[in-house]
């Protein structure tokens, strides 16, 4: 086996415990606020799952209460079909119950945890390789920062000095490189 692969991989860190500013506001919303959300509704749907009663079937009144009980267990494990409550009876059609039929009942946790995980993906992605590429995104993103406030001094300096003028006033030079003669 290839030795230096292993090493590679031994050296990627996350940085969890780190406060890190190198994504913006949607980023952080998606990878910490929709990833929570997500893990919460998963344990309120698994607890109402596999703590409570998860299913509630339709059975005979004749049934004892264990009879009850196993055909709801096998409603759980297999598909069921929706009534609404306004409905009086179950559809004596097999076309009409396989139309309201329900095969995700028992999923819907694990799909919730599963995209909670792809929500937060692409951020344990970044800071897995990130750290690794030699470019530093937080301290690019506070040259861009500065930049912009720089322009933005120099644009309203040079329209002070712009107004000076065309008011006849005496005003001081300034001297900005500009776009085109560079």
């Known amino acids: 086996m290839d030795t230096h692969f292993f090493a590679g991989l031994t050296k990627f860190k996350l940085d969890a415990g780190k406060f890190r500013r190198d994504d913006d506001f949607s980023d952080r919303f998606s990878h910490t606020f929709t990833t929570l959300l997500l893990v919460i509704f998963t344990l309120v749907i698994s607890a109402r799952q596999y703590i409570g009663k998860p299913i509630a079937c339709w059975v005979p009144t004749e049934f004892t209460r264990a009879q009850e009980e196993y055909a709801e267990s096998v409603c759980w494990v297999t598909s069921t079909y929706f009534i609404p409550t306004n409905d009086v009876s179950v559809p004596v059609k097999i076309a009409d119950r396989e139309d309201r039929k329900i095969h995700y ?78």
């Not at 993906?121 to 750290?131: Q, V």
């Not at 937080?138 to 912009?148: D, K, M």
């Not at 712009?162 to 030079?173: P, T």
């Open 105 to 182: 009942y028992q999923w819907v946790p694990f799909i919730l945890m599963l995209q909670a995980f792809l929500f937060n993906l692409p951020c344990i992605i970044w800071r897995l390789f990130n750290w690794q590429s030699g470019i530093h995104v937080s301290l690019f993103t506070l040259i861009a920062v500065y930049r912009f406030y720089l322009e933005t001094l120099l644009t309203a300096v040079g329209r002070m000095s712009l107004n000076e003028k065309r008011r006849g006033a005496a005003a001081i030079e300034y001297s900005f490189p500009s776009k085109k003669s560079a």
